[in-house]
Each structure stands twice: as structure tokens, then as C-alpha cells.
């Protein structure tokens, strides 16, 4: 390459599409004529990347690809012989590469950097040639190796901005705020700080926009929990997606004190109590101007307050029950169970499962004028209009019991309990059932007959049980395979993953799917995540066998008489339907016997 040869033009990009033949001659002068028109009225800084995208070509070549302007990029650093970067801004460090120049001058000739160590700088640019203006002056200023990367051109000029600022308001905090030397004590000393007349400006502008980037990013990067860790010399923010945590960033301990007390004044907790858990709420916005819930938990650590924000999307509780993941024939029966008059129905698994997902879209689906629904939860998941929510809060001892008995004087036609955490809740769920309601609630089961047991070990007697249960659902949450790079593995090994799909009657798949990783999906191979299920219907014949000697494998057996697969029968059908691994099903449930 020629860092010395003329800047990229558009008529040398149209004679390249030409010559690989992607565009057809005839085809070429029409598209032409229109790139260069966007770029005549009033778009002259766009780069041509950018209007040849917006000309919405296809490839004459199969498959015959829309041009969009990712695909333009990665194919133009093919030929100029430059590695395509796509930016993720999970992986870079933007107050190290913030250092390596400025924003001015990084904006000046569209370029970026995306890495710096002790040897090398790596600058994203979007023009393989045409760099010698700047390549030397930057090269002899760091002292450093300076490699080239070809990137897409809204991406460079997004980042630019963001990473610039986002650096500067870290840099501008860390000085306003000076170094505080407790941070750097032991926790007893730490605990002292909140009584400390130090105070950390929580208003402060830089922090101010530090706090509204993380949620802006967090919404882009579909993260579900936002992690804000203290550490001994620096902080860390990690973003949890798709149920695994992704570091994204470092940040001067006192840069995030001042951003923890930042989110918990909106969250309108008490930002100079430090020593005891808190719990709070914020309601944003995102830049197309979606609503959406923030959960916030504190914890006193060793190092000082962590901060767990749970991001709760409101689309969630209109999705349907096979969106969820729900096959067809358990969300027939699914349906079946919560139309019923009474009786109580029990969501069971692990925190993290998505058994609040199932709970909010199923009353939401029943919430209908004429129904009046009433949830008592510790805290409110997310506040949805057509319920009528109440938050236990035992600081003035209001219990789910407690919570219960004041919604059975509300005239409802439908409970939601949070969890049935103790006996005094689940004998007021029963009583609600036996008086003519449908209670919902959640319990921690590793499967759906395990929650029968898991109400006697706590002391409802069976037969109250016999007479108020109906269904169990049990639920896991697992990572789905990327649709752009998922790969086909051939036939089925495993001989015992072959013996179920057998003996449960599935059809035995020809080929099954493995991750491969790309661009979409950040290398993981896993782009999202749904759920699998296992319903359990109270027969007359399980309902004789619910007993104060129960045995689990007599519920068990007999559950799968009545038509409930186990949950890793339902991860097996995923697998075979390309949903998702293997790998992913194990991980998530236990052996079937």
C-alpha cells in the first residue's frame, strides 16, 4: 500500500466494483450520477462509502448482497490490502488512545485510535491512502510503531466524539474531585467515609455526562445488568449480555464514588448512607425515546459501595409466549392454566432465569378491563399501568403475607406474589387460591416437581397443596447461536443425547449447530437468549400422590406421564431446531435422572 497515492476517490471505487465485477457497467453510471448528486447537495464532507450505501446497490454476484456501507468498507480494505476493524467499544481503552492525539486533529483527517501499548499505536482510518499528511507527524511524536486499519466511516466519526469526550469528562472528574486518600484504606476506615464532611459532587457536569453515556451504551450493547465494582486502585464497570459479564471500562475510584452518588440521587436513595444495603429506581429514556426501568441495588464491599443496575426492557410484556421460547404445544397448555378461575400457579427457577419475564407478559396478556390484577413484589420489577402494584417494604412491616391479606380486601381476580419465600406467605397464597382467586408466584426449584416438595419441607400441609396447586412451570434461560456465522457440525455424537431424541419420539435432527464467532456477535457465537421450559399440570393422579412422605422421583415419573418434558428435553429440541448448543443446554439443567 501507498500511504503517498491519491485520496480515494468515487470514480476509482466504481471502476473497482466494476472491474471485480459487483457492479454492472450499465448499472454503474445511474448509481453513479446518484452518489455524486447526495454529495452535491449539501453532503460534500460525507465520505463515499456513505453515499454509494445510500444508493442502496445490490451485487450482481451471488449472492447478491445489498452494498451496505460495512460491507463497501471490508471489501475495500480487501483490496487495499489493509485489515478490516470493526470498532467495539467493550474492547477499547478510550482514555489510553484519548492520549495518542487530539480530538481536533483526529477529526481533522477522519481517523481514530483504537489501541496503543508500548510499542505499537493502531489508528482505524477511512481512506487507505492519501495518510501521509499525518502517518510521520504521529509516528515521530509517540515514538511508536503506528499499523493501519481500514473502518467504517460513521463508526470512526461516532467514536470520535463519544470516546473523546467520554475521556476528557473522566480526566476533568479525577481533578475536580482530587485523590481521596480513604479510598486506599481498610473497610473499617472505608466505613468512616460515609461520615466523613467530604462530600463528592455528584452534579458535577463531567460526571453528569460520564453517567448518561454508561446508560446510553448499555442500552446500545442490549446489556441487562449494569456492574459498577470497587477495587483497591480502580474501579471497574461491566456490563452483563446475554447472561454473560463483559468488562467494559476502568475508572479512578473516586470518579466512580462520584458516579454512584450520581444514580442514587436519581434513584432518590440516601447517597450519604454508605454502610447498609439500598435499593432504588430510575426511569430513562433511550435515544429514540423508549422508556426504560433501571433497578438499583447497593452493597457495602471492602472497597467501598457496588452498584448493580438492572436494565428491565419494556417490550418485554408484549411479547408473546413462543417469542419467549415457549413451544407451541406448552404455551396451549400454559395458556389453559392461567384462564383458570383459582387455583395457584408456581414459576420456579435460579435468579436470572426470566421467571419475572414469563410472570409480567402472562398478567399482562390477562390484565383485561373487566379483570382487576393486583401483584405484591419485593421491589416492583417494572411499574406497568395496567396492574395494581404494591412493594413489600419491611421497615414497616409490610410482608408478602401481610401484602396478601391487605389485596384480598381489594376485590381482586388475580395475585401476583413476588416469592413465596416463607410458611406465612404461602399460607396466605393458599388461602387467597381457596377463596376463589388465581394466585401466581415464584419459588427457587431446580425443577418443576421440586417445588411440591419445597412447600412441604416449609410446612404447608399436603392437602391444602392437593387442593390449591394446578401448574408448575420451571424455566432456564439459555444463549442462542448467532444467525450470521452459526455453523453446521454434522450429525449427532454424543449416543446419549441420540437415546433422547428417541425415546421422546423428536425427530432425530441431520445435522446439529456449533458457534463460530463474527462481528454481530462479538466473536462469541451467541447473539441473544430464550428460554426453555417445563410445564407440569396437576392431574387427579399427581394430585393423589402429593403427600407428607412425597417421594420426588414418584412426582417426577408421574409429571411425565401427564405430559411435562424435562427441561433438558427441551433444551434437546432447541438444539435440533439450530436454536442453540449443546454446551449452553448442560450448563443450565440437571441430569435427567
Known amino acids: 500500500m501507498n500511504s503517498a497515492m491519491k485520496s480515494l476517490s468515487m470514480q ?11 457492479v454492472k457497467k450499465e448499472d454503474a453510471k445511474t448509481a453513479f450520477n446518484h452518489a455524486r448528486g447526495i454529495l452535491k447537495n449539501g453532503a460534500e464532507n460525507m465520505h463515499p462509502f456513505t453515499a454509494i450505501a445510500q444508493a442502496k446497490l445490490y451485487s450482481a454476484l451471488r449472492p447478491q448482497q445489498l452494498l451496505t456501507l460495512d460491507w463497501l468498507t471490508e471489501w475495500a480494505a480487501r483490496k487495499s490490502g489493509l485489515p478490516f476493524f470493526r470498532i467495539d467499544p467493550l474492547k477499547i481503552d478510550f482514555t489510553k488512545v484519548s492520549d495518542v492525539m487530539s480530538s481536533t486533529y483526529a477529526t481533522r483527517f477522519n481517523i481514530l485510535p483504537v489501541d496503543a501499548n508500548a510499542d505499537t499505536v493502531t489508528i482505524a482510518t477511512t481512506d487507505p491512502y492519501n495518510n ?23 463508526d470512526v466519526a461516532q467514536y470520535t466524539a463519544q470516546f473523546f469526550s467520554l475521556a476528557k469528562s473522566i480526566k476533568d472528574a479525577r481533578k475536580s474531585n482530587g485523590n481521596d486518600i480513604a479510598l486506599r484504606n481498610n473497610f473499617e476506615q472505608l466505613v468512616e467515609l460515609g461520615k466523613s464532611n467530604k462530600q463528592v459532587d455528584a452534579n458535577d457536569q463531567h460526571i453528569i455526562n460520564i453517567v448518561d453515556w454508561l446508560w446510553q451504551f448499555a442500552f446500545e450493547q442490549r446489556a441487562s445488568d449494569i456492574h459498577l465494582e470497587p477495587k483497591r486502585d480502580i474501579a471497574v464497570i461491566r456490563f452483563r449480555i446475554d447472561g454473560v459479564l463483559h468488562q467494559v471500562y476502568q475508572v479512578p475510584a473516586i470518579v466512580m464514588i462520584a458516579m454512584t452518588a450520581r444514580i442514587k440521587l436519581l434513584g432518590r436513595m440516601d447517597v450519604i448512607e454508605k454502610r447498609r444495603p439500598q435499593d432504588g429506581r430510575v426511569k430513562t429514556r433511550t435515544s429514540d425515546g423508549q422508556e426504560v426501568e433501571l433497578r438499583l441495588s447497593t452493597l457495602p464491599t471492602a472497597f467501598g459501595e457496588k452498584l448493580v443496575m438492572r436494565i428491565f426492557d419494556p417490550e418485554v410484556v408484549v411479547k408473546t409466549l413462543p417469542e419467549l421460547g415457549f ?77 396478601i391479606r391487605a389485596l384480598m380486601r381489594q376485590d381482586p381476580d388475580i395475585i401476583m406474589v413476588g416469592e413465596i419465600r416463607d410458611l406465612a406467605t404461602a399460607e396466605m397464597a393458599i388461602q387467597a387460591a ?20 419445597r412447600l412441604l419441607q416449609l410446612g404447608v400441609p399436603y392437602y391444602l397443596l392437593e387442593a390449591t396447586i394446578i401448574g408448575i412451570l420451571a424455566q432456564r434461560l439459555v444463549r442462542t447461536l448467532c444467525p ?15 437415546a433422547l431424541v428417541e425415546e421422546w419420539g423428536i425427530d432425530k435432527p441431520k445435522t446439529v449447530y456449533r458457534p463460530i464467532g463474527c462481528l454481530e456477535c462479538r466473536q462469541t457465537g451467541y447473539k441473544g437468549r430464550t428460554g426453555i421450559y417445563e410445564l407440569l399440570t396437576v392431574t387427579q393422579t399427581f394430585s393423589k400422590l402429593i403427600q407428607n412422605d412425597s417421594d420426588i422421583h414418584e412426582l417426577r415419573d408421574q409429571a411425565i406421564k401427564d405430559e411435562m418434558k424435562p427441561l433438558r428435553i427441551a433444551g434437546a429440541q432447541k438444539i435440533i431446531d439450530g436454536v442453540t448448543t449443546a454446551d449452553e443446554v448442560l450448563k443450565v439443567t440437571s441430569a435427567l435422572f
Open 12 to 22: 476509482q471505487i466504481f471502476t473497482w466494483l466494476m472491474e471485480d465485477g459487483i
Open 132 to 154: 501521509a499528511a499525518w502517518l510521520d507527524e504521529i509516528s515521530r511524536i509517540s515514538k511508536k510503531e503506528i499499523k493501519l486499519v481500514l473502518a467504517n466511516p460513521l
Open 327 to 403: 413451544p407451541q404445544n406448552d404455551a396451549l397448555r400454559w395458556d389453559e392454566l392461567t384462564k383458570k378461575p383459582h387455583g395457584i400457579i408456581l414459576v420456579t427457577g435460579p435468579t436470572g432465569s426470566g421467571k419475572t419475564t414469563t410472570l409480567y407478559t402472562t398478567l399482562k396478556a390477562l390484565a383485561t378491563p373487566d379483570v382487576n390484577v393486583c401483584t405484591v413484589e419485593d421491589p416492583i420489577e417494572m411499574v406497568e399501568g395496567s396492574f395494581n402494584q404494591m412493594q413489600v417494604q419491611s421497615n414497616i412491616d409490610l410482608s408478602f403475607a401481610d401484602g
Open 434 to 453: 381457596l377463596t376463589g382467586h388465581l394466585v401466581l408466584s415464584t419459588l427457587h426449584t431446580n425443577d418443576a416437581p421440586s417445588a411440591i416438595m
Open 484 to 498: 450470521h456465522c452459526k455453523a453446521s457440525d454434522g450429525e449427532i455424537a454424543d449416543p446419549v443425547w441420540a
